[in-house]
């Protein structure tokens, strides 16, 4: 595995992104949308899930924020990959890293296969499955964003 991750951060992409002030610089802001993205669509409607704002359709919410959520994620998983390249053997030792990897696994998981079982809109799901798979969701979500930033306090 660390050959592996040595191979990746002697990569051309990861050495033109290390040279690269602006480069860099404009994927981490990318990163830093497809987040924003990602929690900004997930948390009203993991909110909505668990029963707050009963009186707006569910289905409306759900056609509108489970695209922006997964267009967020697809950003932030792409330029996540490219910001770890950068450091990979560095970054793959933290464990809050390793915490944020596997929290995104969960929350993605946990949303692939509640829409599997209970359809695109969710039309199939009880209030209680509604409810369980919101707070897991933003458990997942908030916690990731939490790990990704503590990344930078993490080592040394």
């Not at 296969?113 to 908030?142: D, I, K, N």
């Amino acid at each position: 595995m660390e050959g592996i991750l040595a191979a990746v951060a002697a990569s051309d992409l990861a050495t033109a992104l290390r040279m690269s002030r602006w480069l860099y610089a404009a994927v981490n802001a990318a990163h830093v949308l497809g987040i924003a993205l990602l929690v900004g669509a997930i948390l009203p409607l993991d909110l909505r899930l668990i029963g707050l704002w009963s009186g707006i359709a569910r289905d409306g919410l759900v056609r509108v924020l489970v695209p922006v959520a997964a267009a967020g994620l697809a950003l932030a998983v792409t330029t996540g990959t490219l910001l770890f390249s950068v450091r990979a053997p560095e970054y793959a030792a933290i464990s809050v890293f390793q915490a944020k990897l596997a929290l995104i696994a969960a929350g993605a998981g946990s949303a692939l296969a509640l829409h599997l079982v209970h359809g695109v809109r969710l039309e199939g799901a009880t209030r209680a499955r509604l409810a369980r798979a919101g707070a897991l969701s933003m458990v997942c979500w908030l916690g990731a964003l939490i790990a990704g930033r503590m990344i930078a306090f993490a080592g040394d």
